[in-house]
């Protein structure tokens, strides 16, 4: 059974840090891609970062290119999402996700089927 759970979000200032973490069992890391997405209130949820281990690949939006970065540690089953240089625009809720990869990455909000419950992230000017 797969299971995902978040933790550190939280508020920051404009230009400060925080580093999310998401406890993934019940996957195979190399067969899984993984990922985090982010939604405000009244949008769309988007992805942020991407990670498939099997490709050696990690995918950012332009919005966050540069500021956040994704790793994952499959001998503690975490995944992690870096954000540096946060903006007021980042505030949202967090979620991690997870899928059986296929030929190709998944990037989509929809090709994911497993999901945490989210954390909230606040970024004040």
């Known amino acids: 059974q797969v299971q995902l759970q978040e933790s550190g979000g939280g508020s920051a200032q404009s230009g400060g840090s925080l580093r999310l973490s998401c406890v993934v069992s019940?996957?195979?890391?190399?067969?899984?891609?993984m990922g985090w997405f982010r939604q405000a209130p009244g949008k769309e949820r988007e992805g942020v970062a991407i990670i498939v281990d099997r490709f050696g690949v990690t995918i950012y939006p332009d919005s966050v290119k540069g500021r956040f970065a994704i790793s994952q540690d499959s001998a503690k089953n975490t995944l992690y999402l870096q954000m540096n240089s946060l903006k007021p625009e980042d505030t949202a809720m967090y979620y991690c996700?997870?899928?059986?990869?296929?030929?190709?990455?998944?990037?989509?909000?929809?090709?994911?089927?497993?999901w945490g419950q989210g954390t909230q992230v606040t970024v004040s000017s």
């Open positions: 019940g996957v195979t890391y190399s067969d899984y891609c």
């Open positions: 996700a997870a899928d059986l990869c296929g030929e190709a990455p998944k990037v989509l909000a929809g090709d994911f089927g497993y």
